[in-house]
């Protein structure tokens, strides 16, 4: 059996094969092409297994070599601390170092979900660059309005039907009309792309079983169910649910020697998408599900309000986890059951949310 390690770059490939005993046998630099990496695995398919950090085209390596040589694994670059730590560091290295991991079987693996589903994942991160390009712009205009003294607008958006037609007929003198109209014109345009890739998105994913559970939870909705899903992959590679938080980075950071415990932040280790959506599908939970919301008010009291949209972003992954592995819809009294006597008040927005019967 043969083992090769494989550091990838944007143009080239460092390759590098060493048999049981863990001597080189071969080394090479290729171009990242797919004839070319063929080429060099050709002579070795049928006994040779190959790893590849986490990088920029890791996929397409992985989709080269697949089917083409034993075996092809992907390697999480953060745990590979060995490489990124080393004094001496050099492409050949970084290819042997792979290579005698996966031949004494310390390779950290990642999962990698099938060719549908990393198209999906791309298309709904496409549509989250371009809300948050549209963010930067509502930003832009925002600071432009505060620099020359225009803090009132019309009606409680400044990018409603009242609040664009403020901005289109507003004197402001030169440059900044010229800035804010442009600007305009750019989230106008970013909308309607916007518009186009979600319908794209709900012509990829299907219906499903899965989605509607989702959706049932308080807080996710139609893109974040679609987004959560995509991510996730799934639901049965996690054994627990520490297992799926600790993989969203919402897990606190442990430090443990001898007798010394300290829990710090969480630790943003995971994926940052998830993380993003589950702290927006929070926001809206913590206001429509009475047990969410006790527990948002709980933390809030001794640790503040972002310390407890986190909290409740946790609780929400949890319950996601609950309800995919069980294949039941969400329900409160399950979820929640020593919260029957708890009933949201709708008042105003800035009015206490709960009444305790």
Not at 9 to 36: A, L, N, P, S, W
Not at 187 to 209: M, P, R
Not at 334 to 340: H, I, R
Request: aromatic share 8%; proline share 3%; charged share 30%.
């Amino acid at each position: 059996m043969l083992y090769a390690g494989i550091d990838a770059h944007k143009r080239t490939c460092t390759i590098v094969i060493v048999d049981d005993q863990g001597k080189k046998i071969k080394e090479g630099v290729v171009k990242t092409d797919e004839f070319e990496i063929k080429g060099f695995f050709a002579p070795y398919k049928d006994r040779i297994s190959a790893v590849v950090e986490t990088c920029l085209n890791w996929f397409f390596i992985h989709k080269v070599l697949h089917g083409y040589i034993k075996e092809i694994k992907v390697a999480e670059a953060y745990k590979l601390r060995i490489i990124a730590e080393a004094k001496v560091k050099t492409d050949s290295l970084d290819a042997l170092h792979l290579a005698q991991l996966l031949r004494i079987g310390y390779i950290p693996e990642i999962y990698i979900p099938n060719e549908k589903t990393i198209k999906l994942r791309e298309l709904i991160r496409a549509r989250i660059y371009l809300v948050r390009l549209k963010t930067r712009m509502k930003n832009k205009i925002h600071s432009l309005l505060d620099k020359n003294g225009f803090h009132n607008h019309p009606g409680t958006d400044l990018f409603g039907k009242a609040g664009r037609n403020f901005l289109r007929q507003l004197t402001i003198g030169k440059p900044e009309e010229g800035i804010i109209a442009r600007y305009l014109g750019i989230i106008e345009k970013l909308e309607e792309d916007i518009k186009a890739f979600e319908i794209t998105v709900s012509n990829n994913i299907d219906e499903t079983k899965e989605i509607k559970l989702l959706r049932s939870i308080p807080g996710i909705g139609k893109i974040s169910s679609q987004l959560l899903l995509a991510e996730i992959g799934e639901i049965k590679r996690f054994r627990t649910k520490g297992k799926l938080c600790s993989f969203a980075g919402l897990c606190p950071r442990v430090y443990n020697s001898g007798e010394v415990e300290r829990r710090g932040h969480i630790t943003k280790a995971g994926n940052a998408n998830m993380r993003w959506i589950l702290t927006e599908c929070a926001q809206v939970a913590s206001r429509h599900s009475p047990g969410i919301r006790k527990v948002f008010c709980r933390i809030q009291r001794k640790h503040g309000t972002k310390v407890a949209i986190i909290a409740v972003a946790r609780t929400l992954l949890e319950v996601v986890f609950n309800v995919l592995t069980k294949g039941e819809e969400f329900s409160e009294v399950k979820a929640f059951p020593v919260n029957q006597n708890i009933k949201i008040r709708k008042k105003s927005r800035h009015a206490s949310f709960l009444a305790i019967s």
